[in-house]
């Protein structure tokens, strides 16, 4: 059974630091790619931020410079650090494992308010 578990959200003020974490379990993890969404209130999800199986990354235009995707394939957990919060940021965030078959999360809360 593949099971992929958020944790880390919470609520910061305006300009504060989150990390996010994913565990994941029943895939090789190393295989797959992995990638943060996150989907606001009334919007439609869209892409935060992915990372291959080798690495490389790729990141929304809106949190380039902010945050930063990581993985360590010897725990089956991808990161996300977010700094320099902004309101906008507010979502749930959800991780998803992509190789020969898709996976999600149940997402995590982040809410950015003074």
């Known amino acids: 059974q593949v099971q992929l578990v958020e944790s880390g959200g919470g609520e910061v003020q305006p300009g504060g630091s989150l990390r996010l974490s994913c565990a994941a379990s029943g895939i090789t993890f190393r295989f797959y790619s992995m990638g943060w969404y996150r989907q606001a209130p009334g919007k439609q999800r869209e892409l935060v931020a992915t990372?291959?199986?080798?690495?490389?990354?790729n990141y929304a235009d809106s949190v380039k410079g902010r945050f930063t995707i990581s993985r360590d394939n010897t725990k089956n957990t991808v990161y996300l650090q977010m700094n320099s919060l902004k309101p906008e940021d507010t979502a749930v965030y959800s991780c998803?494992?992509?190789?020969?078959?898709?996976?999600w999360g149940q997402g995590t809360q982040v809410t950015v308010s003074s």
């Open positions: 990372i291959t199986s080798r690495s490389s990354t």
């Open positions: 998803n494992a992509n190789f020969h078959s898709v996976y």
